[in-house]
C-alpha cells in the first residue's frame, strides 16, 4: 500500500543532544513538509521541500535541519538549538506539480517527541 | 496573514444529534479548503477539497459547504465511531516562493456518546 511512513512513533531526547526523526513516502510526490503539533494549536510548518536537493525554511524553522537527498525520503533533524521540543511531529507528502499543485497534503502517523 | 479560527474547540453529541463545525477563514486568494479527520496518537486524514464559493462534498454521514468567508462540516445522525478532532486548512494563492502550504486551524474536538 501507498502511504508515508514515519519513524520512531516515540523519542526521547537528552540535554545537548541532536535527534533524526525519519519520514519516507512511496507515493512517487515532490512535495514533502514536517509541521509541528503542539496542544490546542494548530499544526505548523518547519520545513518543506518541493524537489529533491531543495528545501525552505518554514514558519518555525529555528533549531532544525533537513536534507532530500531522495525523492522517497524527508529526515527531519531536532538540533540542541531548538529548547521547546517536545511535540508531535508529523511529515506530509503532496502530489501533483509540486507546491504549486493544490491537490490534498497526506500524513504519516507521526512521531512523538519528549525531553528526558 | 492568512488565518483559520475553528469553532467550537470541543462538541459533544449525542448518537443520532446532527450538528455543524464551522472553519471561517482570510486568506489572500483561496486556492483550497481541506478538511481532515485526527484520532488520537494518529496523523490527519485526507476527508475533503473544496476549491470554490458554493461547492459541497459529501462522504457517508459528512459534507462539506463552502462561502467565500467559511466552511462547514455537517454531520448527520453522527455515530460513536466519528469521534476526532476535525482540522481546516486553507492553501492560499501563489506566493513568490510558490511553497503552497496549509495554514491549519486548531481543529473541533467531536465526542459522540452511545
Known amino acids: 500500500d501507498g502511504g508515508i511512513t514515519q519513524s520512531p512513533k516515540y523519542l526521547f531526547r537528552k540535554e545537548g543532544q541532536n535527534v533524526t526523526l525519519s519520514c519516507e513516502q512511496n507515493l512517487n510526490h515532490d512535495a514533502m513538509y514536517w509541521y509541528r503539533q503542539d496542544p490546542g494549536q494548530g499544526l505548523r510548518l518547519i520545513y518543506y521541500s518541493q524537489i529533491v536537493n531543495d528545501f525552505q525554511k518554514g514558519d518555525i524553522a529555528e533549531g532544525y535541519s533537513v536534507s532530500r537527498e531522495k525523492k522517497e525520503s524527508f529526515p527531519l533533524t531536532v538540533t540542541s538549538a531548538q529548547k521547546n521540543p517536545t511535540a508531535f511531529y508529523l511529515c506530509?507528502?503532496?502530489?501533483?506539480?509540486?507546491?504549486?499543485?493544490?491537490?490534498?497534503?497526506?500524513f504519516g502517523d507521526g512521531t512523538r517527541l519528549s525531553i528526558l | 496573514e492568512d488565518q483559520v479560527t475553528q469553532s467550537p474547540e470541543a462538541l459533544r453529541l449525542q448518537e443520532g444529534e446532527s450538528s455543524s463545525l464551522n472553519c471561517s477563514y482570510t486568506v489572500s486568494g483561496l486556492r483550497g479548503l481541506f478538511w481532515y479527520r485526527q484520532d488520537p496518537g494518529k496523523g490527519p486524514e485526507f476527508l475533503f477539497t473544496?476549491?470554490?464559493a458554493g461547492e459541497e462534498k459529501e462522504k457517508e454521514r459528512l459534507k462539506a459547504t463552502l462561502t467565500k468567508k467559511e466552511s462547514f462540516l455537517h454531520i448527520t445522525a453522527p455515530k460513536p465511531e466519528d469521534s476526532a478532532t476535525y482540522l481546516c486548512a486553507v492553501q492560499a494563492g501563489a506566493t513568490d516562493t510558490g511553497r503552497r502550504a496549509l495554514t491549519f486551524g486548531s481543529g473541533t474536538r467531536l465526542q459522540v456518546q452511545p
Open positions: 506530509a507528502s503532496k502530489g501533483g506539480q509540486g507546491g504549486y499543485s493544490n491537490q490534498p497534503q497526506h
Open positions: 473544496l476549491y470554490s
